[in-house]
């Protein structure tokens, strides 16, 4: 039996420029940080012929264009399986639809495992582009590629997307105190709600494609927001970080009412007034995850926790996709 795992992630700075829709035009730029929480998928070689998958549902199939899971579809159909004898099973720490990147972290975990119970290496670089190809060319999802670059390269990465679909990217230059504060002031709130971020992104993703002025000037701002949090996170400057997640949110809630509700609102006007810098709702928006940088996390977590909101804890994962047993 393959397992192989890929981290969850949170965007940093920048969210949004990683979508093909804007960086062919005009280049994109974010932050985002892998986190100790994970999707695993395992593959083994059943003893009857056949597809046996097993994730929020159970499939049996013969035939992989048989197969309803689209993601594992597709993947398959890159191997060829002549006579298909291959049973697939999913998890995860967090379930998806809460804004932290469980799409992309599927893909590369599927991915990693399907080659390794194939007997074949795939770096991390070609790890993310195969699993981008997957769900942005194959299956036509209007998101971008943050998601799956994290997931298979780890840490705390800077990403710069270019208009001729190249990605390049490098570890924050932040120290090994610095990269504990982060820990500890980073707190991660669940909302409640799930959602999907298709139609966020969709709407994005066509005013994007029509030179909407108003969400390209948005998406420049908030591209620029990416590289003043970058410099903000290797200097050390944790305060001023926080302020520039607000100004990142309050800019973010302008692309789509869907962003926010009067819940997120009403818990994020609490969190500033007790212990938060700033915060934004982690993702394409619309529920998920709240994420703050806090100057008194003690207060902020006893607020939040009053309020029924649930932390998650994390440390930053530096190992990205990898296989665990084998």
Known sequence: MIIARSPLRISLGGGGTDLPSYYREHEGFLIAGAIDRYVYVTVNRPFLEGIFLKYSEIETATKITEIKHKIIREALKLENLKTPQIEISSMADIPSGTGLGSSG??????????????????????????????????????IGKQDQYIAAVGGVTSFAFHKDDRVSYAPLNVSRDGLH??????LLFFTGFSRSASGILKDQHVRSQKNDADMLNNLHYVKELGYRSKDALESGDSNLFGQLMHEHWEHKKKRSGGMSNSDIDAWYDLALK??????????????????????DPVKLRAVM??????EVRFRFDFEGTKVIHS
Request: aromatic residues 6%; proline residues 1%; contains cysteine.
């Open 181 to 186: 504060k982060l820990e500890d002031n980073l």
């Open 105 to 142: 972290s599927f893909t590369t975990a599927l991915l990693k495992a399907i080659y390794t119970y194939r007997h074949k290496h795939i770096n991390q670089e070609d790890l993310a582009e195969l699993a981008c190809h997957i769900e942005i060319d194959k299956l036509g999802e209007p």
């Open 274 to 295: 007790n212990g938060a810098i700033g915060g934004k709702v982690v993702g394409a928006g619309g529920g998920g995850f709240l994420m703050f940088m806090a100057s």
């Open 305 to 310: 926790k009053k309020q029924g909101l649930e």
